[in-house]
Each structure stands twice: as C-alpha cells, then as structure tokens.
C-alpha cells in the first residue's frame, strides 16, 4: 500500500474533521529529523485529542493494515518517528495536558504531547519538578518510547525509573491501564517496564504517571579542565567511590569546548572538561562540591569554578544543552550522525580512547562529549551527505564505536534507543534475546502496525 | 500426570546422578512454605551446578511436560515455590557461588542460589554492600523472581532498580541474557524487567548481574514513639517532602511494639513508632538526623533516641528483622497470612486506619508494620488453621484490604507477589493488562511448565 484508501480517509475524517491533516506541509513535517535519516512523508497526519480517538485510529488503521506512528517533538535522534513504511502519523500535540499533580506523593498524571519545560514551568510553584532532561525539549511520550535519560540519570535514573505508570492502547484498539500511583509493586509482569523503551513498536501511550522530585534546597555547579581524558575519567571514578552523591557529572573534550566558545561565548581552555552539578541541603552541597574539588585537583584539574549562583549555572548548562547545535555549527550544512554507547566505567577510558583514535585517522570531526557517571558518551559526527563517502566513513566510525561498545560489556545505546539506526547491532547485542522480543511483539502486533521498520528483527 | 515418568526420571538420573533426588523428606521439605498454603510434594527435587544442567532439566520437563519449579530459600510469603501442580523443583542450592566481583564498576555477577546475607558477606572486603533487605535472608533469585524490596527499598529502590542483567532459562531450554553492565540501556524491550517479577512462570534465572552500593561513611538510626499513627505518618510525609534521604523509614503499631519487646527484649512504649535509618557522609547524616528530629517533635514524638553506634542500630534492627517471628510468638502455632498494599503516601494514614479497624473488629489479630516511605504495609494476620472460619476471617480481612489498595490508588503487593494469594485479585488491579501478561506467558510458555498455577490467568 503506498497512500490512503478512500475508506480509511473516510473514516478518519468521520472521526477527526479538521484534525485529519493531508497538506503535504503537514506530512512533509512529519518526514523530518534531527539526524541523517530520510523518510517518505506519512500518507497523513492525525491529531487526536482523546486516548478513545487514540484508540479509534489505531483501529480504523488495523482495519487497513495502516502502520501507525507516533510523533511528539520529533527530537529523537535514531528517526524513530519516520514513516518508512508510509502509514498514519499520530502527532500528540493536542494531547499536552498535566491531568494531575499530586504534591504530597510526588508525582504527575500528565498526556503524552507534553514537553519536559512545558511540564517543570506548570510545576515551578509546586515546588517539585521533573528531573530527567535529554538536552532536547522532548515530550514526555517520545522520552518514554525511547527510554530517555541525560544529564541528570546518574542522580535520578532514567524514564525508566521514572514513570509509575502508563496507559496504553495496543494495535488491536484496547486500551490497557498499566502500573498505579503506588510506588512500588510486585503484581505480575512489569507491563510498564515493557512499554517504556519500546518506541511505540507494541502500542501507543497515551498517558503518563510520573514521579517527580522536590526542587532541592541548593544547587552547586562547577566546571574544571584537564589535562586529559583519562585524568577526568578517573576523577569520576573516584567521586562515585567516595560516594557523593552527584546530580550532574559532564565530561566534553577540547573539540567540544571549542564548540561551546564560539557558539555559547563561554571562555573554556581547550582541553577535556567535567562539568558536575550537586543537588542536597546548602551544608550537604557545600561538602560535596568541596569532595569533588578536592578530587579533581588530585587528578590534576585547573580552573575549577563553582557556580552557585542561578545565572552562573543556568549559563554553564545552557552551553551544555546546545552542545548538539555547538557542533553542527563548526561544520555549517552538515548532517549529525549521533552515537550513544554505555560501558561499564572502568572500561569508559578505554572505549573513549579508542573513539577518538579512530575519529583522528578519519576525514569527519566527532567531538566527544558524555553522561561519563553513567559511562555513556557521544561522538557526535558530522557528515557533508552530497559525499556518500562521509556517510559511508561516519557508518563505519559507528559500527567500530558498537563493536566496542560490546566488547567492553556495554551497549550500543545508553540513552538515543534503536529506531533505524542501531537495528543492525541488535543480533550482537542480544543473541537470542532479540527473538524474545519478537515473539512478544508478535503476540500483541502480529500484523506488524505499529512502528514498523523500527527495534525488531524483519520488521 | 501425578507422577514422574520413568524415561523423565532416566534421563534426568542420567544428568545429575545423585543430584537427582526422590527421597520423601526431601520432597516433602519442598512443599513447605512460611504462610497458609499447602501443596502437595514435587514428583523429585534437582540440584544443578550449572546453566547448562538447567536447560536440559527444562528440556527434559518440557518433553514429558513437566511443570518445573524453581526453589531458593522456599520464603516466599505467597506460595511462589510451591509445586501444586506437581512436576520437578529445581533447588539452586548448589549453585550459589559469587561469580565476578566489578568494584570500580559497582556491579557484582552472582549465580541465584546465594543468598542476600551471604553476598554482603562476601562483598564486605570491598567496601560495597547490596542493599535490598526483606527481612528474611532470601536467594537473590528469589528476590527477582518476586520483585523484592523490604526496608531499604525508599533509598535504594527495590529488584526492579537493582538488577541489572540476567542469564535466563526459557521454556523450551533456550538460554538468553538480558541487558548487561551498562548502567543504562535503550536497546529495545526491557528484558530484564520482564523477568524480574515474573515469579518463574517465563522461564528461571540462572545468573544475575547486580548493582552495588558503596558502604556508607557514616549510618545513623533512630527510634521515637508517636502519640498515634496519623501524626507518625505526616511526619513521614513531612520528612519526604524536605527532601531528606532516609535510607530506611519503618512504621510499627502498638501490637508489634509489644511484640518486639516480648520476643526481643527492647523496652518500646506500646504506642506507634517509626524507625529510621540515614547513610551518607558524617555531617551528612547528623544533619538529616536533626531535621529529622525537629520533624518529629513537631508531630508529637517522644522518646526520640539515636543509635549512632553499630551495635545499637544492630539491635533495632534485630528487632525489626525478626518482627515476623515476634508476631508469630504472641500466637503459638499459628500460622501467618502476611498481606502487602501499597498505596499513594497521601492515602496510607487512611488505608492503615481502615485496616485497623477491621481488625479491631475481628476475631483474630494482625500487627501491622509497614514500610512507610513507600506507602507498603503489612498486617500480619495470625491463623488457628484447625479452625476453618479463621482462615475465612483472615481471607475476608485481606480481600477488604486489597479491594481499599486499588480503591486508594495502589496495589495489592508492593512486595511479596501474586503468587497463589493474589491470584484473584488481578483483573481488579490489571483489567485487560492481566489478558497482555497472559499473551506473553502463551508465547514464551505454551505448553505452560514454568511455576503453573502462579501469577497468571487459568494457569
């Protein structure tokens, strides 16, 4: 099938009016992303505005063996929200609501279309707020297909520490309740946990309970340089040691904080960087970041410079948070190829190492920039696509990065998922694991509707 | 099929030899369980040493469809372990060895048959503990299988947050691992939080891959009676709500109090208390430890008491580990019904309170204590089981307090499981998501062997 039969247009048009889109504007939107994947245009866009329009869609789409695509801001960096097989896109924009906020439990009944600022400024005079935060102004749903994380994982975990519950509808139309508010549970399979991550491949979410976070009564950021890689890592190894308990640790190399000054006007030295942030009491951060300073200094950092002021830190993470557009900056008109292992730490020297090795004898730049408390980081590689060779070089650079990834007992994405672009590592990944996973998308897809083309085996 | 097949008992005789076991005081030793549920015995026991041994037992059972069992420590409070079905138990006994200890990483590789004290005990050279503690000294394949937490669980969250890979047995001898060392991972289906939780009916853990935590500098616990539980659970809410990182906050009621004093000889008033513990730097915890005080005075506490010193803590938690037995003893020979809600903290004070007063009405006694920081409490009801309306009775008061869980927003275990106990309150709590647990179970158990009769729908 390569456009929309009369029925099914019909249909959705009964059911939605004007929020049936097929300018090709629209679709053409919806064909777009971040990173060097392409996509033919959905053969339309729909905009529900209820789970039970949800729902309808999915059935009327399961009638005409329509795939069915998810779409929240379209930040995702694998092109999981790409129609490749054509098919109905599903953009949630208008269902971007907070339903609930609980203060006293601490957490947020929210919809699916929302972003993580739009959901931290309704929460701003709860005193709580969201903590997981990708860099990008993702939505809550597209976090949660993609089992998001970022900066702040190795304080507050990942999506998947972070949502309580969902409500999902499946490819057959069923609206399932998955989890409740409490914050714990043993009752049977961990349905929440299968969703989370499954990039809209088994159903769409329609609604997310979330747990949040107090707003901390003080914040402490710093940044230091030194004098190489190996030094700042081992300086992350030593603060987890210690135990202190940090919010935010950062590592960018001198590629990155060459970016971050010509585009953010911040004045690093051009050497590899931590940037760490402390969330506690006023004494608990105080102590902390006096730890961590004194760690640093052991392992050789300059310039270290604490940030407890709120425009000194906002100023720091700023810099931090446009580090993708930083470096798309240093090569104006290229296309970004994101990478995303995650090693165990003490192999994290070593895997970076490598990367950048491989990255200095290649044609492309790729500066480096990582969650290293995590032991996850990204060649972020920038590719001219007139020259196939640099799509070629950069593919290449990745899949060696994979390889790695798994040799060191890592995986092939901390944080970005699989979508288009890592299925390809998923045998080496998983082994016969991968084939579990499509027999439960088999079970509750079996005629492959949802997301097709994306995490799966033949899909 | 009410018996072992011979060509079963043949090919498994020829597998492990004496490992295989048919002796009747075997047999009837795993059918026994810590609460009301009776079984008959296992058609044989099976001790394995490797994962190898496993998979073929399983591939034995699933020819002559057997159902298998797994067995760790046989404490499950819901039935879990027990072979009603009949079929073969296998007892991990034998394979309970620390297979790679990762310090930098802190992670350890454990096989599923050691326990959660003998793990601390092998880890205590490193300066890492694993900190999941149920109370009972439990097999870490055990405590995935039923998604364990405990006391520690509003710190360190519960096997959900603290499993990180797993080796698997599947149904049709096919052995998978799941995730890996990374911290974090967004390589498709979330495996490893399918299989943790899934109490054996998918398949049987043969290897675990665990987070560890640093032993803290400095632990500080504390013990103050409140004048009654309202007042004792704002104090908790209050205490969340600053942000303060209790790494243990426990509630107990007047009777469990007495309890305590009877069987451990502490000298608590007979009113409600909480107990609470905090791990961190010095400063840290002495500082968590005054806000904490301040906290409850203003709710009313007295008798506020530190235990700074690793005896004194070692003694109130003693008490607290052994609250189980304590209860037991007020009611010689009977046996228990250990129920598990868990609800939203804002609704605990309500859901506690409409408890005790159904068993206030009653005619047989239920202690409650609960793990107050998680909205997790347990009324432990005491049986005479040659009196049939007890039983009854204690069926009738935990079907209420199941029924007030999912009313109140929660769930009716946040720790223990379904089991055989929970069996029938699944579609209440699930709707729907109960059919997708069963369309899993279907596609990776069909001929269902794994644990039948637990967790699931008609099995």
Redesign the interface.
Known sequence: MTSLPDSARDALSALLGARLSLSEADRDQHAQSETYFTSPPPYAVVYPETTEEVAQIVRICAEHDLPVIGWGAGTSLEGHALPIRGGITVDFARMSRVLEI??????VVVQPGITREALNTELRSTGLFFPIDPGANATLGGMAA????GTT?VRY??M??NVLALEVV?ADG?????G????????????T??F???EGT?GLVTELTLRL??Q??AISAAVCAFPDMEHAIDAV?QT????V?MARIEFIDADCAAAFNAFSGTNLPLKPHLMIEFH??E??VA?QAETFGEIATEFGATGFERATRTEDRTKLWEARHKAAWAIAATRPGAKMMAT?I?????RLAEAINETRADIARASIPGPILGHVG???FHATLLIDMDNPAELDEAKALAARMNDR?LRL??????????GMG?LA??PA??????D??G??K???DPDNIMNPGK?LRGN
């Open positions: 609980h203060p006293e439990d601490l957490d993609t089992r998001a994380s994982a975990g990942t998947r520490d499946l069923r609206i399932i309740r998955t409740s508010r409490a914050r714990k549970s043993s009752a049977g399979y961990d349905l946990g299968l989370v991550g499954a088994l976070q107090g901390p009564e190894i987890i040691q210690m135990g308990p506690g009491s004494a608990g102590e995303d995650c090693v165990p730490i003490s995590d032991g996850n990834a007992g890592g995986t092939v994405t901390g944080e970005h998922g699989i890592k590592y998923m990944e998983h082994g016969a694991g991968w579990v996973m027999q439960i088999q079970t509750l995490l």
